[in-house]
């Protein structure tokens, strides 16, 4: 399925935590999607009912936690003019499952919708809308996509809400490229709705040629990769895998530990994650670690990594996106005086390293990708 419906939305749409209400509820989540290619295509909707990646130090979500046992009593899709807790769809298709309008979701399944067609005009939105009936239903709390849950009581915003993993359609592309990393990567800081952290302006650079899948999530570590679950598989569907792990696993540390990586840590979780993703024939490109408000030790492991990062893609055969430099304000290499655009870069900071990314990988000609 991955080799046909690439990612048509370059906003974060992982799970990087669980609504849990500690009894079977129906609610009806409603989402609204910016397409990179507008037009008429054929989509299929992707999830996996499991956390991906780690949130805070764990205490209500973690890496691959399981989700719960609930129904999907219907799904459908429409155009959207604008968000907003009424706006309902407009011109919606109802969404299938092997046939069926309904579905029953075991924890850890991983499933795609039948295939719908639509066609969604230049400016406007894709809206989806769909029952569940359960409880356990992971998400990400960190969504800059508008989104809503009807409780009973009719639409009220609550960013917690689930969403397909992937907004999948069939648009002919070269390459689909994943970047995988944290709330930096995921886009936490930049404008809501905007699409203006780095990896939306790439997805928005680079979209009528390649996919970009956004797998950024907030708090997420190299170690929530690195235990070969549900976010592995994701990133595995791709040709070209963007690693930019680091902050929080200086910072934080593998869940369940109780402190940060040490530098020798991080870079075996890296060196880890590369002959993995590798292995399967895919190209990855390491990042330098970004500036952020470090503490005096876990700075010194950041410079440690940050110089062993060239090293470290010489021996594998990885090319190098040199992501801190387009973001550290200091004078002098490493400096990490102050972030130029906050530890969470604005859309400002998005573009700096957009535009970093396409001096990197942009001849002049043609992209290198």
Known sequence: MFNKYASNVSCGTGNNFILEFNEKRTIVARTFFKPEVTGKYNYRFFYQNSVNTTFAQGEIAYVNKSGGNWVINYARVGIGSEFGCHDAPGQTVTVTFNGSVSKAVAPDEAFWTDEVE???????????????????????????????????????????????????????????????????????????????????????????????????????????????????????QNDVVVLTYGVNDLLSGKYGV?????????????????????????????????????????????????????????????????FEA?????????????????????????AAACEAFKKTFFDGKDWTL
């Open 326 to 350: 387009s973001l550290d304000a200091s004078d002098k290499p490493l400096g990490n005086d102050y972030t130029r655009y906050g530890d969470h870069p604005n859309g400002e900071g998005g």
């Open 118 to 236: 639509i066609d969604v005009p230049e400016g406007k939105y894709l809206v989806w809308e769909w029952e569940i009936t359960g409880d356990g239903l992971p998400c990400t709390p960190d969504s800059q996509i508008p989104a809503y849950i009807d409780f009973g009581e009719g639409f009220v915003k609550y960013n917690s809400c689930p969403m397909p993993n992937l907004i999948g359609c069939d648009k002919k592309i070269r390459k689909r490229i994943a970047f995988i990393g944290d709330s930096i990567t995921q886009g936490c800081g930049t404008t809501f709705d905007e699409y203006d952290m780095w990896v939306g302006r790439i997805g928005n650079m680079l979209k009528d040629e390649y996919s970009v899948w956004n797998l950024g999530l907030g708090f997420s570590r190299g170690s929530d990769a690195e235990a070969m679950g549900s976010l592995m598989y994701k990133a595995k």
């Open 258 to 322: 109780g402190r940060g990586d040490t530098a020798g840590e991080l870079l075996s979780r890296i060196e880890t994650i590369v002959k993995e993703l590798q292995g399967v024939g895919i190209e990855v490109i390491l990042s330098t670690i970004p500036p952020f408000h470090y503490h005096e030790s876990a700075l010194r492991e950041w410079r440690c990594v940050n110089m062993a990062i060239p090293a470290l893609a010489k021996i594998y055969g990885c090319r190098v996106y040199d």
